[in-house]
């Protein structure tokens, strides 16, 4: 069990530190391959997930220590204050969004929220 967290840890750690890799190149692409979708997401976190079960526990070992010492790294902390951040306000514009297309959809997004919800001043 113990080896699934971390194997989910590292494949978490790597999809984040590729982010700033892939935003670069996809950039450069055609605006149609932009749009990955959560589903493909999912499918190559499965993918890494998988490879990082098939190295060997010394790979495994190295994999960890880096990821740990990465974490530790204060640009690597700015970055993920900023990522999460960014996600927060996509939310919360794409939440504004969806009650102005549909103001009756207020009350089926609260039922829906998870974890913290947003000011009242920010959903208006």
Known sequence: MELRKFSLLVATAVALSLASTL????????????????????????????????LSPEEQATLQAAHEKAMADPAVRVAMANRDRALQELQITFRKAMVKADPELTSILKRVMIGQRPSPNRTR
């Open 23 to 54: 935003e670069a190149e996809d950039a450069k692409a055609p605006a149609e391959s932009q749009d990955m979708g959560v589903g493909e997401l999912a499918r190559q976190m499965r993918e890494r997930q998988s490879k990082i079960g098939q």
